[in-house]
């Protein structure tokens, strides 16, 4: 099973712009597709974004579609989110795991521990 650890979340204006990474041990994080979902205080879990196990495919939430860019880099075991045009309703913890499928609000099989975006307006 793959241990993950995200990181590069902190406070930002709107408009401005952060990129997540998230950390993989193991040598089988290459065979995983992967995602992002999110969760703010008081809210449910939402989606955000999922990538193919070879980074061929990628698949957003509609309401990040045009400002987040999902990609991962293999031989470093490394997934990223890339978060332009940051908006206040950005802002919560932000979680990547294992995605069960490549469909948009696919479950997640494991994740980290996540990390803090704020967005201030």
């Known amino acids: 099973q793959v241990q993950l650890v995200e990181s590069g979340g902190g406070l930002v204006q709107a408009g401005g712009s952060l990129r997540l990474s998230c950390a993989a041990s193991?040598?089988?994080?290459?065979?995983?597709?992967m995602g992002w979902f999110r969760q703010a205080l008081g809210k449910e879990r939402e989606f955000v974004a999922a990538i193919s196990w070879s980074g061929g495919s990628t698949h957003y939430a509609d309401s990040v579609k045009g400002r987040f860019t999902i990609s991962r880099d293999n031989a470093k075991n490394t997934l990223y989110l890339q978060m332009n045009s940051l908006k206040p309703e950005d802002t919560a913890v932000y979680y990547c795991g294992t995605a069960l499928s490549l469909r948009v609000g696919t479950e997640f099989g494991s994740w980290g521990q996540g990390t803090q975006v704020t967005v201030s307006s």
């Open positions: 193991g040598r089988t994080f290459s065979m995983y597709d």
